[in-house]
């Protein structure tokens, strides 16, 4: 079992930046790869990006490459997303998830709660 814990989002202007954390408890975090997703208002959960076990690679979606980047710290059990240039369109509730396998690409087991973020024009 593992539990996770988003944190670090809010309301920012529109090209303002925000560091996203996810806290990771109960299992062995630095052995599995993790990802953000996010839903926004009346649309489906979509993926952001992800990163593997050590950290060593990372994938993003098109919408966000260049804006978003997704890092970890195995050793705080915590992973992050820097977010700049936030747009409007980037409004949504951000969650973490630990995947089942430490390579990018697979399914992930555990979900966290989420953190609102919302971007004003």
């Known amino acids: 079992q593992v539990q996770l814990v988003e944190s670090g989002g809010g309301l920012v202007q529109a090209g303002g930046s925000l560091r996203l954390s996810c806290a990771a408890s109960?299992?062995?975090?630095?052995?599995?790869?993790m990802g953000w997703f996010r839903q926004a208002p009346g649309k489906e959960r979509e993926f952001v990006a992800a990163?593997?076990?050590?950290?060593?690679?990372?994938y993003y979606a098109d919408s966000v490459k260049g804006r978003f980047t997704i890092s970890r710290d195995n050793a705080k059990n915590t992973a992050y997303l820097q977010i700049h240039s936030l747009k409007p369109e980037d409004t949504a509730v951000y969650y973490c998830?630990?995947?089942?396998?430490?390579?990018?690409?697979?399914?992930?087991?555990?979900w966290g709660q989420g953190t609102q973020v919302t971007v004003s024009s």
């Open positions: 998830a630990v995947s089942k396998s430490p390579r990018i690409g697979y399914e992930y087991a555990y």
């Open positions: 109960g299992r062995t975090f630095s052995s599995y790869a």
């Open positions: 990163i593997s076990w050590s950290g060593g690679s990372t």
